[in-house]
């Protein structure tokens, strides 16, 4: 589900409870007040967190979210409870990093989307899951994302 302005926020400025999955929460969109000028918004969530589907043990991940906003943004209250919805939502690491990303890329259009999701290692060997609209448009400054390749104790 979506909203598409101001007026029909539904969890801004509201006691809203954590969605019990993704599939339940509601992902709401603003109009972009700098629309027309190309720059990039960024969201980091150093603790994200969903649950293995064959295992149910739980998984850890740092995810960058960069994004070239067009007509809309996120609005960020709802992104926060949209991620905290994976907490007990079974899916393997690619099927939440590529699936975040879609679902943004479905509700914003942006100019340009990427995510990283720098998975923690379970069985020894982290994952990590990179996806992206295109290529970014040629006058957007990109910083690194700024996660470190995992090296364990070393």
């Keep these: ?33 700098q629309a027309g000028t ?4 960024r ?3 150093p603790e994200f967190t969903s649950l293995c589907p064959v295992t149910g043990q739980p998984d850890f991940a740092h995810l960058v979210i960069d ?3 067009n007509d809309w943004i996120v609005e960020s209250k709802s992104l926060k409870l949209y991620l905290g919805s994976f907490r007990n939502h079974g899916a393997f690491h690619e099927d939440c990093t590529v699936g975040i990303a ?9 100019h340009w989307l990427r995510i ?8 020894g060997m982290p994952i990590d899951v990179f996806y ?3 290529q970014p448009p040629a006058d957007l400054w990109i910083p690194d994302q700024g996660v470190p ?4 104790r070393g």
């Design 38 to 41: 190309m720059y990039l918004a």
């Design 67 to 69: 994004y070239a906003p």
């Design 43 to 45: 969201f980091t969530c």
């Design 102 to 110: 879609k679902k943004l890329e479905e509700l914003l259009s942006p």
């Design 149 to 152: 390749t995992y090296r364990g």
């Design 132 to 134: 992206q609209t295109g």
């Design 1 to 33: 589900m979506t909203s598409d302005n101001n007026e029909t926020l539904t969890q801004l400025g509201a006691h809203t409870p954590l969605p019990a999955s993704p599939e339940d929460a509601i992902l709401e969109r603003v109009g972009n007040p």
């Design 116 to 123: 990283g999701g720098y998975w923690y290692p379970r069985g």
